[in-house]
């Protein structure tokens, strides 16, 4: 048998190997795909080093509004009132009455919502009606402001125990740095409500339906704490690539200290930096005082490892997280409260380890991890310090500066430390009780955030 004979080619394919053109042609296709195959193989392995390096990113959002966490806080178990913590009507809830809330958002939009949450509710929660409208200042909401709020389209809601709602957006045009008010109107009794123990602001309660009143006559209780709202939201910005910071931690980052009304905690200036900058990036506080990142209890939340997810990677938009936590896991076992729950002495290794599941949690949702080394203990007018605990703080700080885990470092220790002893705060940049941080003191550890690790 012969060969079967090749079908002839057009001599002027430049693909015909019977021709010097076809040859050619073949030889520089050839040629080309070898090259394609190592720059291919070049740019495949320099992305698997860079992945190794870095966060993975997010998948790119479907269309529509895109957006932001402008407000925000974790939530708590409902708790009664303390002497050091103030009253709150967290346990006995609200019945026929209404509840006007203060918050200061860190960025603005043409559109809002908020975000309602019953985390620890045990029953189902009925919202009546909701409001939301520009603070004038106290329990006064600036007149022809106030907008009325929907779900789904219905005035009110009920949300399910364990669970959150966002309400439909609302056509208010908002400003960065201004307070707006959030008026909730509860008709029948709800029970104990989930809320936010400790805040800088004040919270308004009125009997019966006031959700439109832009005087403040008629609420006549306040409180330092907010029931139920966890988020405020906007979208309709200008920058496509805006995005959210959330700062989690413990009472550093909720801001104890601070001046009540003075928005002056580390946040409230971390913002302030943020929009003077013109950065397309909005502050969230989910700070818990007293919270621990190895164990939880009653009062001051759940720990860390176990909220993350709820007050961090579940909001809109987050791009990065400050973490700062360990004080009171190595603190406890000094305190005297029967509130701290379960106090075991730590190993630096365990708070390590923790802190380690957290940029792992962070990460795998494409989001930065900024790690804040400890604040300085000693010289707390109540029992916090030992020696013991100052080589886990020193050990923890060290791991956070040096270990390459977090993708980048805030250095609260050296922000606060006094020259003469590092484990004293510097004179100056304490709070009255001798371990939190004051306005100067905030100011220096907003000052210390390099924002393009943001």
């Known amino acids: 048998m012969h060969p079967a004979t090749p079908r002839p080619w057009n001599p002027w394919n430049p693909w015909n190997p ?3 053109t076809g040859r050619r042609g073949m030889l520089a296709a050839m040629t080309a795909v070898l090259t394609a195959l190592v720059v291919s193989a070049t740019a495949v392995a320099h992305e698997a080093h860079e992945d190794a390096r870095q966060p993975r990113q997010q998948p790119r959002a479907a269309k529509g509004p895109v957006w932001t966490g402008a407000w925000g806080t974790a939530m708590q178990r409902p708790v009664e009132g303390s002497e050091d913590w103030g009253p709150n009507w967290s346990r006995q809830g609200f019945a ?36 939301v409208g520009r603070s004038a200042g106290d329990a006064q909401v600036w007149p ?22 966002v309400s439909d957006a609302a056509a208010l045009s908002t400003s960065p740095l201004e307070k707006l ?13 989930t809320f936010h123990r400790f805040t800088t602001a004040t919270s308004y309660r009125a009997s019966g339906r006031h959700l439109a009143d832009s005087g403040g006559g008629a609420f006549k209780e306040s409180t330092n704490a907010w029931y139920l709202l966890s988020g405020v939201e906007v979208s309709g910005a200008a920058s496509p690539r805006r995005g959210t910071v959330v700062a989690f931690g413990d009472s550093l980052i909720d801001g104890t200290g601070a001046t009540p ?16 900058a013109r950065r397309p990036l909005s502050v969230v506080n989910a700070g818990i005082g007293g919270n621990r990142i190895l164990n939880g209890s009653s009062c001051y939340g759940d720990k860390a490892t176990d909220r993350f997810r709820r007050d961090v990677l579940d909001r809109p938009g987050v791009r990065s997280v400050i973490i700062h936590l360990g004080a009171n896991d190595i603190g406890a076992p000094e305190m005297d409260d029967p509130c701290m729950g379960a106090a075991p002495h730590v190993t630096a290794r365990r708070i390590i380890d923790a802190h380690k599941e957290l940029i792992r949690a ?69 709070f009255r009780d001798g371990l939190h941080p004051n306005e100067a003191a905030f100011h220096a550890i907003a000052s210390a955030v390099d924002l393009g690790v943001l």
């Open 18 to 20: 019977w021709t010097k």
């Open 261 to 276: 009304g003075a928005d002056d905690r580390f946040t409230d200036k971390l913002a302030e930096r943020l929009v003077a």
């Open 181 to 193: 008010t959030v008026t909730l109107y509860f008709a029948d009794r709800t029970g104990p409500a």
């Open 144 to 165: 022809g402001t106030a907008r009325r709020l929907t779900f789904g389209d219905r005035q009110g809601t009920t949300i399910a125990p364990g669970r959150d709602v």
């Open 96 to 131: 026929d009455q209404s509840v006007r809330q203060v918050v200061r958002v860190a960025t603005g939009g043409s559109r809002l919502r908020i975000r309602l949450s019953h985390s620890y509710g045990t029953t189902p929660l009925r919202i009546t009606a909701a409001t």
């Open 362 to 430: 962070a990460h795998a949702r494409g989001v930065r991890a900024v790690g804040a080394t400890i604040l300085p203990m000693k010289g707390a007018l109540f029992p916090v310090y030992s020696e013991q605990g100052e080589k886990v703080r020193t050990a923890v700080n060290r791991w956070i500066r040096t270990s390459g885990a977090y993708d980048a470092v805030l250095d609260v220790d050296r922000a606060l430390a006094n020259p003469a002893d590092a484990a004293l705060p510097r004179p100056g940049y304490v």
